[in-house]
C-alpha cells in the first residue's frame, strides 16, 4: 500500500514538473515586454475653451512603472500607443504566470517533503 502511495505521489510529481515546464516556455518567449501598466486614461488639457474643459476629457495612454523605488508615469506619444499596447498586456500575462509558477513551486515542495517523509527510513 505504502509502495502504491509513493508511486501516486510520483506520478503528481512528474506532471507538476511538466506544467511547471510548459509554463516557464511560455514566460520565456521571445515577446516585447513594456515592463510597468499601461493604461487609456481621460485628461483635460486646461484651456478654458476646449471641449473637455466640461467634458470627459482628452484619451490619453499612460505607462505607470517603477524606477528608483518610486513609482513614476510616461505619457505615450499617440504614434504609439498602438505599438506600447500589445508588450503591455504581454507583461501583465506574464506576470500572472509568474503568480502560478510560484503556486506551482509551493505545491511541489509539499509533495517533495510528503515524498522523503514517506520514504525515510524510521528506526525504532
Known amino acids: 500500500m505504502a509502495s502504491q502511495s509513493i508511486e501516486k505521489l510520483?506520478?503528481?510529481?512528474?506532471?507538476?514538473?511538466?506544467?511547471?515546464?510548459?509554463?516557464?516556455?511560455d514566460v520565456l518567449r521571445d515577446d516585447e515586454l513594456v515592463v510597468g501598466t499601461v493604461s487609456e486614461v481621460h485628461a483635460r488639457c486646461g484651456k478654458p475653451g476646449c471641449h473637455c474643459a466640461s467634458g470627459e476629457g482628452h484619451p490619453q495612454m499612460r505607462l505607470?512603472?517603477?524606477?528608483?523605488?518610486?513609482?513614476r508615469c510616461?505619457?505615450?506619444?499617440?504614434?504609439?500607443?498602438?505599438?506600447?499596447?500589445?508588450?503591455?498586456?504581454?507583461?501583465?500575462?506574464?506576470?500572472?504566470?509568474?503568480?502560478?509558477?510560484?503556486a506551482l513551486h509551493l505545491r511541489e515542495l509539499r509533495l517533495l517533503k510528503t515524498l522523503i517523509r514517506r520514504r525515510g527510513f524510521r528506526y525504532r
Open 10 to 25: 510520483l506520478a503528481t510529481f512528474r506532471g507538476l514538473e511538466q506544467r511547471r515546464a510548459g509554463l516557464l516556455a
Open 64 to 71: 505607470l512603472y517603477a524606477a528608483g523605488g518610486r513609482r
Open 74 to 102: 510616461k505619457l505615450v506619444r499617440t504614434a504609439d500607443t498602438d505599438r506600447i499596447r500589445r508588450p503591455g498586456v504581454r507583461y501583465r500575462q506574464v506576470k500572472r504566470l509568474l503568480r502560478v509558477l510560484a
